[in-house]
C-alpha cells in the first residue's frame, strides 16, 4: 500500500521541480507586465474629458475600473468593455483621452513567447493590436493591428518595459508613445528601425503622412474662409510672421500668440517661409509655433470631431486608415443614416442635418 502512494507522489514532485526549472520564456512572471493596467494615468490634453480611477477590487481590475468624466461629472464605467480579449493582448499600457471628447486611445506592448503573440493565455499570430481606440463609452471603434502596421525589422523581443525582470514580452516601443504639443497626435517609435507611427487622437485615425495630412487640415480650413476675405488673411499671417524678426520683444511675443490662434490657417504661409534666412530666434520661434498649431483652433478639437464638412473632405484622402476613420465617425454622427456611401449622401441631405448637442449626434429633419 506504501509503495503504490509513494509512486504517484514521486511523478508528482518530478513534475513540480521540472517545471520550476523551466525557462521565464516559457511562461509568465506574475510581475507588473502580468496586471493588465496602464503605465501611468489616462493622458488628457483637454481637462474637460478624462478617466478617472474607480474603487479598486483586485489587482486584475487596474485597467477596468475607469471612469468616462466630462466637467467632473462621471458617466460611463469601462468595466465591461475594457474587459475585452484585444485589450488583453496589450502588455503595457498607456491610455490617451481624445481632446474632442469623443474617445480614447489604448496602445502597448503586446504579449508574446518567442515570435508568437499571446492572447488570453494562447498563442495567437494573427490579431495583436498596437492601437484600439474606443469611444467615451469604451466600445472599440478602430483597431490598428501590429503585424498589419510593422515590419518584421519593427518587431523586437526584449526586456520588459515593465522593468520586472521578464523577456516574454513584444518589444515594440524604442520609448514609450506620447502625445504631441499640439495634443492632437499620439506617437511611438518603433524599436526595430526608429520609425515614427502616428496616430491622430480626435479622429481616431492613424496618419502615415503627418505633414501632408495637415497640409490637407489646412486646405479644409481655408475653404470655409470667404474667397474675397482670403488675400486679407494672408496678409495677416505674413505681416505677423515678419513681426517675429521686429525689434521689440513684447511685438515678437505678441507675434507668436497671434499665430497660434489662427492655428491652421497660419500652417501653409509659415511652412513657405522657413528659409535658412532670419535671425536665430525667429526660426526657434516658427519652429516651435508649427510644432503647437492646432486644426481648427478658433472651434477647438470638439468641433473638429464633428465638422461634416471636415469629415466629408476627408473622405477622399489618399490613406485609406484615414478615410476608414472618418467613415467610421459619420456612422456614430448620424445613426439614421443607412449608407456606407458617405460622399453622395451627405451632398443630398446635408441641408437637412440638425445638431443634437445633448446627444452629440445629427439628426434628419423633414
Known amino acids: ?17 521540472v517545471l520550476l526549472g523551466m525557462p521565464a520564456i516559457a511562461q509568465h512572471c506574475g510581475g507588473p507586465c502580468e496586471v493588465p493596467r496602464p503605465a501611468g494615468p489616462p493622458i488628457s490634453p483637454n481637462p474637460k474629458f478624462k478617466l478617472v480611477a474607480g474603487k479598486e477590487k483586485n489587482n486584475w481590475r487596474y485597467l477596468h475600473n475607469f471612469i468616462w468624466t466630462e466637467d467632473g461629472v462621471q458617466k460611463f464605467k469601462l468595466e465591461e468593455t475594457l ?13 490617451f483621452v481624445s481632446p474632442a471628447g469623443n474617445g480614447f486611445l489604448v496602445t502597448g506592448n503586446a504579449y508574446a513567447i518567442g515570435n508568437k503573440f499571446l492572447l488570453s493565455g494562447r498563442t495567437h499570430a494573427n490579431k495583436v493590436p498596437l492601437f484600439v481606440f474606443c469611444d467615451s463609452r469604451g466600445t472599440p471603434i478602430v483597431e490598428v493591428l501590429l503585424q498589419e502596421e510593422l515590419k518584421p525589422d519593427e518587431i523586437k523581443t526584449g526586456d520588459c518595459p515593465a522593468g520586472c525582470g521578464c523577456k516574454d514580452i513584444l518589444y515594440v516601443f524604442k520609448q514609450d508613445p506620447a502625445i504631441s504639443d499640439n495634443g492632437c497626435y499620439v506617437e511611438l517609435v518603433t524599436k526595430g528601425s526608429g520609425r515614427t507611427v502616428t496616430f491622430c487622437l480626435p479622429l481616431g485615425a492613424l496618419i502615415k503622412d503627418r505633414a501632408g495630412f ?10 470655409r474662409i ?23 520683444f513684447k511685438a515678437r511675443e505678441h507675434a507668436e500668440q497671434a499665430i497660434l490662434q489662427l492655428g491652421f490657417l497660419a500652417l501653409p504661409t509659415l511652412r513657405a517661409s522657413q528659409e535658412p534666412v532670419g535671425s536665430p530666434e525667429k526660426k526657434s520661434r516658427l519652429a516651435r509655433i508649427e ?5 481648427w483652433a478658433a472651434d ?26 472618418v467613415q467610421s465617425r459619420l456612422a456614430q454622427l448620424i445613426p439614421s443614416a443607412d449608407t456606407t456611401d458617405w460622399g ?13 448637442a445633448k446627444q452629440r449626434q445629427y439628426s434628419l429633419t423633414q
Not at 488673411?233 to 521686429?246: F, M, Q, S, T, V
Open 226 to 248: 470667404p474667397e474675397q476675405q482670403r488675400a486679407g488673411k494672408r496678409a495677416e499671417i505674413e505681416a505677423l510672421l515678419a513681426a517675429l524678426d521686429g525689434p521689440e
Open 83 to 95: 474587459s475585452s480579449p484585444q485589450m488583453i493582448a496589450f502588455g503595457y499600457r498607456r491610455i
Open 344 to 356: 453622395p449622401w451627405l451632398k443630398k441631405h446635408r441641408d437637412r442635418l440638425q445638431w443634437d
Open 300 to 325: 477647438g478639437y470638439e468641433r473638429m470631431s464633428v465638422d461634416l464638412d471636415l469629415l466629408s473632405g476627408l473622405l477622399n484622402y489618399p490613406e485609406r486608415p484615414v478615410v476608414q476613420a
Open 291 to 295: 510644432s503647437q498649431l492646432k486644426p
Open 214 to 223: 495637415e497640409d490637407r487640415l489646412a486646405e479644409l480650413e481655408w475653404e
Open 1 to 17: 500500500m506504501r509503495r503504490t502512494m509513494f509512486a504517484p507522489l514521486f511523478v508528482i514532485v518530478v513534475i513540480v521541480v
